[in-house]
Structure formats: C-alpha cells, structure tokens
C-alpha cells in the first residue's frame, strides 16, 4: 500500500470517529431525563406539592383542610429531616477525614460512627412520628387506607425494578 491510500484510509478512520463521538453524545443529550434538563433544573417543589396533593385526593381522599394540614407537617418534617441528613454526612465527613491522616485515630473515627448511628436512629424516628401525625390526621376510613397505601409501598422491591423486572407478587 502506498502513502496515498495510507493517509485515505486514516483520514476515513479520523471521520468515522468523530462521526460516532458526536451520535453517541447526541444520543446522550437526547435520551436524559426531563426534569433533569439544564434549563429547568430538578423537578420543582411546585410539581411535587401539586402530585402530593393528588394523591391525597385520589387515594386517601383528603379534604382541602387535610390537605393543608398535611403538607404543613410535611414541610416541617422535610425541615427536620434535612437538618439530620446534614449533621450525618457532616460527621462522615469527618469520620473519613480522619482516615486520610497520617496516623489516623480509630477511637474517633469509633466515636463519630456512634454519633452517626444515632442520628441515623433520629432521622428514622421522626418519619415515625411523621406517619403517626398522618394517620391521626385521617378520619377512621382513612386510616384503612393508608394502612393499604404503606403496604403497598412496602411489597416494592426497589431492587429489582430498577433491573427492569416487575416486583414479585404478593406472598413471595
């Protein structure tokens, strides 16, 4: 083969690439999910009041005063549990810190996953009392249904959804 076919067949492999690169990152580009779009950012709190909201309506038939009940106790757990979040990762923080020092001190690191722990065991208490406060909320037939909708969301297994495979049945 000569020069000549040689820098050909290069310059094809060249456009050929490029070629790829750019349908791989246009399908990219398209393929991402909407509420993830640049010009919008995440989902809106707008457009996940307004879904809670239906799904009060829809499945525990809430009243316009529940409603607003609701998503005031709502808010004020988001609040508090955000607040929780923070202080558990703050304190990972400092547990790996700790591990990236020149001679890491076990017993701290020991000390600051307790903290963890119980902060963790907060966070997990207050969506407890988050589902009391719900369930005083709703009238007797309510109750039955939320007992129905917690359930439900207990049978599904997260794990294999995102496999693509269905949720088993009930009973397995």
């Known amino acids: 083969m000569d020069i000549f076919k040689q820098k050909r067949y290069l310059i094809f492999v060249i456009i ?5 690169n750019l349908s ?18 995440p989902v809106s709190t707008e457009h ?6 239906q799904l009060l309506k829809d499945e525990l038939e809430f009243d316009e005063t529940q409603i607003k009940q609701y998503l005031k ?3 004020e757990h988001h609040e508090q549990a955000q607040q929780l979040n923070d202080d558990i990762r703050n304190l990972k923080k400092q547990m790996f810190d700790e591990v990236l020092q020149d ?5 701290l690191s020991d ?16 969506t407890f009392r988050h589902f009391l406060n719900l369930k005083k909320l ?14 439900e969301v207990f049978r599904r297994k997260p794990a294999s ?12």
């Open 24 to 41: 791989t990152l246009l399908m990219l580009w398209i393929g991402r999910p909407l509420h993830l779009s640049a010009k919008e950012g």
């Open 48 to 53: 996940e009041k307004a879904r809670v909201q």
């Open 161 to 172: 959804r995102e496999n693509g495979m269905p949720p088993n049945p009930p009973g397995n």
């Open 103 to 107: 001679k890491p001190q076990p017993m």
């Open 111 to 126: 000390s600051l996953l307790i903290l963890v722990q119980e902060k963790q065991a907060d966070l997990e208490k207050l």
């Open 138 to 151: 709703c009238k007797p037939k309510q109750q039955d249904k939320l007992k129905l909708l917690i359930h």
């Open 16 to 20: 050929l690439l490029v070629i790829l």
């Open 73 to 75: 106790m709502r808010h």
